[in-house]
């Protein structure tokens, strides 16, 4: 069956620091990966997203990048972050193929200090 | 993409059967309605999905109407677990890709 594993579940870091959140999915092969951030209190709202290799699409400017070093591997960086960085940040993938329904993971709650 | 409209809250007793309404005029062919639910700090979770008529599961039920321009969640006998925020997405296979916004959802409370 397949998982998605994101990590870390929290994260606490100053303005101005570098982030890194890593999201991997096992059982599938060449999913589409997304990256959501959600405010407090607000839907959500899609970052990035991945059809394969190297390939990204960014749909908010902003100060995060992603990147997609790996099938299965999708993550999301800044070299510095902003306080209005924080929020809750989910990873999704979906099958390359069909109208099957996305599947998240467990998320990160990041608070910039 | 189509966009989707949804009441902000919603409350309910418990035990009750709850329904909630997704309007989506402007849905193409090949476009399907899916439902996620999300609880407080989780990933919202995958419920039901359907292209049209009726589609059940063990945990709800969908209505689509003919001309597909809106679809209904149904809830039957809600618990307080079921606390919790409902989204409506509508969106096709894209010639192997999908990228999909989510809006701001219906609050549903569950009241003992």
């Known amino acids: 069956s397949q998982t998605i594993h994101q990590w870390p579940a929290t994260l606490v870091q100053p303005v101005g620091s570098p982030l890194s959140l890593e999201c991997t999915v096992e059982g599938t092969s060449n999913p589409n990966l997304y990256w959501y951030r959600q405010a407090a209190g607000r839907g959500l709202q899609l970052l990035f997203y991945?059809?394969?290799?190297?390939?990204i699409s960014s749909e908010v400017p902003q100060n995060l990048s992603a990147s997609r070093p790996q099938d299965r591997q999708f993550i999301l960086s800044s070299k510095k972050l902003l306080l209005s960085d924080s929020g809750f940040y989910l990873c999704?993938?979906?099958?390359?193929?069909?109208?099957?329904?996305?599947?998240f993971g467990s998320g990160t709650r990041l608070t910039v200090v | 993409l189509a966009k989707t409209t949804q009441p902000i809250s919603m409350d309910s007793y418990e035990g009750q059967e709850v329904n909630i309404t997704c309007s989506h005029n402007?849905?193409?062919?090949?476009?399907?309605i899916t439902w996620y639910q999300q609880f407080p700090s989780q990933g919202p979770r995958f419920i039901i999905q359907g292209y049209k008529t009726k589609v059940t599961n063990e945990v709800a039920s969908l209505f689509i109407p003919a001309d597909r321009k809106s679809s209904t969640l149904s809830l039957p006998r809600v618990s307080l677990s079921d606390t919790a925020v409902y989204y409506c997405?509508?969106?096709?296979?894209?010639?192997?890709?999908?990228?999909?916004?989510f809006g701001t959802g219906t609050k549903l409370q569950v009241i003992p």
């Open positions: 402007n849905i193409a062919t090949n476009d399907y």
């Open positions: 997405l509508v969106g096709g296979d894209s010639g192997g890709y999908q990228k999909v916004t």
């Open positions: 999704a993938w979906r099958p390359d193929w069909g109208s099957y329904g996305y599947t």
């Open positions: 991945s059809v394969g290799i190297g390939q």
